[in-house]
């Protein structure tokens, strides 16, 4: 976990790298040279021509009013986690709360090395639809000169909460932008700039389709820390800010 703006950060900014920089420790995660730079049109690059205008998924599913992750179903830290745990677990259920690409949101629970949590859609399904069907927001950051600082997750999804199918994640290859992780792209929506959290072009995070995995629906989502980050001080690994659906069901009368 990090946090910083250009030379000429506000207060407010300079203030998160401080307590960032107390939170993680000495950190040796990976950057990112080319992953990010410009994360409103990299977020929307695997989403389709339709992917991000408020119409899409009309026929294969809708943008639900309520689209965040609605309960815990179980959260294993890892060696370094310890951020963001006394705002547990309601820190990782409402909306992103992005601070642009230059700065890495605190509004964050922090895996750890390893470490493991599970979420649950009680109200909406996620459902394959046009483009990127599920956003997962990390606070990765870009970094003054070119490239961003990730830290990468792998992200698996269930239908049942027992079964679950993993996203291919290369989590060790800098130079093609980690390709299939989480971690990777600077949030830019918020609740205050009025940015969809639900819109792949405009809300930054990392987009996911099910149809890559051959999946019509799922409801529970699983992100592993990948062991390839930074682990220093209680703020080490993967920071999870949110998770939001993009084309969704309702799931009323549906067993959980």
């Known amino acids: 976990m990090s946090s910083r703006g250009s030379s000429l950060w506000p207060w407010g900014a300079a203030l998160a ?20 730079t410009d994360p409103a049109g990299d977020a929307g690059a ?14 294969a599913g809708v943008r639900p009013s309520d689209p965040y992750a609605d309960e815990v179903v179980s959260f294993e830290p890892g060696e370094g986690a310890g951020f963001g745990q006394d705002r547990f677990p309601s820190i990782v259920l409402g909306p992103p709360v992005g601070v642009g690409p230059d700065n890495g949101s605190l509004d964050v629970l922090s895996l750890g090395r390893g470490g493991t949590i599970i ?16 956003l997962v927001f990390e606070n990765a950051f870009a970094i ?12 698996a999804v269930s239908d049942d909460g027992v079964t679950f199918h993993p996203f291919p994640c ?3 290859d800098a130079d093609g932008g980690y390709p299939g992780c989480a971690g990777v792209r600077p949030i830019q929506a918020n609740p205050a700039n009025g940015v969809s959290a639900t819109d792949p072009a405009v809300a ?21 820390d990948s062991g ?6 209680t703020g ?18 549906t067993p959980p």
Do not use: H, K, M, W
């Open 204 to 224: 930054g995070g990392d987009g996911f389709d099910l149809a890559t995995l051959g999946l019509s629906r799922i409801r529970y989502v699983r992100i592993t």
């Open 144 to 155: 003054p000169g070119g490239g961003t600082y990730s830290e990468t997750g792998v992200v």
């Open 17 to 36: 790298v401080l307590l960032s920089l107390a939170a993680c420790g000495d950190e040796d995660g990976p950057t990112t040279p080319d992953a990010g």
């Open 236 to 253: 080490g690994g993967f920071d999870l800010d949110a998770v939001a659906v993009v084309n969704g069901e309702p799931l009323q009368g």
């Open 170 to 172: 290369a989590a060790t």
């Open 228 to 233: 390839a980050n930074g682990y220093g001080g």
């Open 46 to 59: 695997d989403s389709g021509t339709d992917a991000g205008t408020p119409d899409s998924g009309t026929d």
């Open 119 to 134: 979420l649950r859609f009680t109200d909406v399904g996620v459902v394959d639809g046009p483009g990127v069907d599920l």
